[in-house]
């Protein structure tokens, strides 16, 4: 892309095309946006979210940030009239990713938010550490996905290539059913607040923390859950399971095995991933790739399955042959495990420190 005259599209200005509005302004980025309801948009410009009203045609990417029931129609809409990247920030990704097959649309799914509502509450700050994940089809355009990392990549997000299909199924395990089950908790505080009264006094910290994203407006969980409907349906049961082995292991008074349950969560709690800041904890990676299509979709999935962060990405394209590479900047702790991986796909990767 052209830095010089970067330009950008938010179709949907709401918490979160809002929020990327604003982290592309803040990044030097034009940005126009657009809402199915004017007066939201005229919000968006009065806040100083977007530079202008409208559809930009000549817009670098254009984000499509509208409640489930009406993506397809901005994604037909911004591919017809823009000849740029296309993303979406929809929660859900197989049905969409399977309704088009233009190679500039990308889907993804910024794993970001908060418990404010509309333009009001964007904040660029959602996405610092935050993760995002794109989808990429087997039509996907290679330099196009590459050109998307980057921008999501330079609003502080932690970008993760994978398939819609795999997403689908871990987004309900980190993203849908805690929302339910936060949901769950607080609606029988509530109804046990009706037969006494301080029980919502006493909700302290731990509480509090545990069901703040029951706060989420309802709306967008009801498209969630249907288009996500059998991976939750799964994940449900399998937490049902779970809720049901604990409740025998406290009545039986079973303490080593309360403390095996407990003693696995806080260890898995403990080693969450953690975002690598510091230049010496990264290095280079450069892999020789074929010009075939698919190569950087396969080699950034490739980083997924191994848990590997890439912070940064690049094609340094050659001179001759039909042959280029591609530079990932990694976690240094990582490495190793990336690179056998690398090599067990036929790839022969090399290692640079950063300058």
């Given amino acids: 892309m052209n830095n010089k005259a970067r330009r950008a599209q938010i ?3 709401g918490l979160i095309g809002g929020s990327v509005a604003l982290a592309l302004r803040n990044d030097g980025w034009h940005v126009t946006g657009r809402d199915i309801d004017e007066s939201r948009a ?13 559809t930009d045609s000549d817009a670098d990417v254009t984000f499509v940030a509208v409640p489930a029931s009406a993506l397809e129609d901005g994604i037909t809409e911004a591919l017809q009239q823009t000849k740029g990247i296309v993303t979406d920030t929809g929660s859900v990704k197989t049905a969409v990713a399977r309704s088009f097959s233009d190679p500039r649309f990308i889907p993804g799914h910024p794993m970001a938010g908060s418990e404010q509502d509309g333009v009001d509450g964007a904040d660029q700050r959602i996405f610092d550490g935050a993760v995002w994940v794109l989808t990429p089809t087997e039509g996907t355009d290679d330099l196009a996905l590459r050109d998307l990392q980057t921008v999501v990549s330079s609003m502080g997000c932690d970008v993760v290539t994978m398939a819609p299909e795999r997403h689908d199924a871990l ?3 980190v993203s849908h059913v805690p929302h339910l089950t936060a949901a769950s908790l607080m609606c029988l505080a509530d ?11 006493l909700a302290a910290g731990g509480f509090r923390d545990m069901t703040r994203i029951a706060a989420g407006h309802p709306d967008i969980w009801l498209d969630i859950c249907e288009e996500n409907r059998e991976a939750i349906v799964t994940v449900l049961d ?9 409740r025998g292991i406290v009545a039986d008074s079973d303490r ?21 800041v510091r230049p010496q904890d990264l290095i280079e990676v450069r892999i020789p790739i074929p010009d075939r299509k698919g190569q950087i979709a396969n080699i950034t999935m490739l980083a997924a399955d191994c848990d590997v962060n890439v912070a940064d990405i690049e094609v340094a394209h050659s001179t001759e042959g039909a042959q280029g590479v591609l530079v990932l ?19 022969k990767p090399t290692t640079r420190e950063l300058a």
Avoid: C, K, M, W
Wanted: net charge neutral; hydrophobic share 45%; aromatic share 6%.
């Fill in 191 to 201: 109804d046990r607040a009706l037969d006494d009264a301080p029980l919502l006094r």
């Fill in 11 to 13: 179709i949907g200005t």
């Fill in 42 to 54: 005229d919000r968006a410009q009065e806040l100083g979210v977007i530079d202008e009203i409208g």
């Fill in 256 to 276: 080593s095995g309360l403390t095996n349950v407990l003693s696995q969560a806080r260890r898995a709690r403990t080693n969450l991933p953690s975002r690598y």
């Fill in 238 to 246: 399998e937490f049902a399971d779970r809720i049901h082995q604990i």
């Fill in 329 to 347: 900047i990694v976690a240094r702790a990582e490495v190793q495990r990336f690179l056998a991986a690398l090599a067990g796909q036929g790839y």
């Fill in 171 to 173: 987004v309900a395990i």
